[in-house]
């Protein structure tokens, strides 16, 4: 099992200096980058344990606060009616200009880490899948992976709610991992089968996956959980990392570890 280290740091963005948590193996060696966007609620208990998952199979992995504009460093919302209406809130309220300008900085920094491999990756869930959507457009991503990526099918992100990542689709150059829940009300039929449509007009390079599962199946936490689900489709997830990123330098043996006896 390999070893995670856990630090943050502030990225300085063109709108404010943005508080990221960086999860990575310890041992040393050099390590592909995702950037890992989370719900509306930012860096909670069950997105920096899916970030712990990735980077323990050899990923640096940056969880950038989506909000932090709007709210003190380290801030996250429950899971509850208050942290629902904030979250929605500000995700209408940030101009979608800020979000890439966001995806650009988390990328260059990535890219300019001393332990860093060069290739990068996205990925997010929820209003954060949609946001890895729109960081795909950077020629350095190599591979997103979007998990019941909300809006993309209506445009509602961002301030004035008409964001155009359906149009900016064909800027994306990387490959495409789509995972969706059949159950989940906030992307329906239709709004699947559009953004299907329009991956497809462009000849995407995508993999699209569906389940009979509602929104926010992977969250480990509340009654929608479903582990069996949220099981098979990371595995599916790290394997496409594994084949568009490489693992980095896992063999290397942590510094100074050892094995405790009991």
């Known amino acids: 099992m390999t070893i995670i280290d856990n630090e943050f740091v502030d990225i300085e963005t063109d709108t404010g200096p943005m508080r990221t948590f960086v999860i990575r193996p310890a041992a040393p060696g050099k390590y592909p980058g995702i950037v890992f966007y989370s719900e509306i609620f930012q860096v909670t208990g069950p997105i920096r344990r899916t970030a712990a998952l990735l980077a323990g199979h050899g990923y640096t992995v940056a969880l950038p606060e989506v909000y932090h504009e709007y709210e003190t460093p380290g801030v996250a919302y429950a899971y509850d009616q208050a942290g629902s209406d904030r979250g929605n809130y500000l995700k209408t309220h940030k101009p ?59 445009g509602k992100l961002g301030e004035g709610m008409h964001d155009d990542s359906l149009a900016r689709a064909a800027d994306i150059k990387g490959e495409l991992f789509m995972a969706w829940g059949r159950q989940d009300p906030h992307v329906p039929a239709e709004g699947r089968m559009k953004v299907l449509a329009r991956l497809t007009e462009l000849n995407t390079r995508l993999n699209w996956h569906e389940v009979n599962g509602a929104h926010a199946f992977l969250r480990d936490e509340g009654i929608r959980y479903d582990p069996a689900h949220a099981l098979n489709l990371i595995t599916l997830a790290l394997s496409f990392f594994h084949r568009r990123l490489g693992s980095g330098d896992l063999t290397a043996a942590a510094a100074g570890s050892s094995e405790t006896r009991h």
């Open 96 to 154: 979608v200009a800020a979000y890439d300008s966001d995806a650009r900085a988390a990328i260059d920094y990535l890219l300019a880490r001393p332990d860093a491999t060069g290739m990068i990756g996205a990925m997010g869930i929820c209003m954060g899948g949609h946001l890895a959507f729109r960081a795909a457009v950077n020629p350095e991503v190599s591979g997103t992976v979007c998990f019941y990526a909300t809006d993309i099918h209506s």
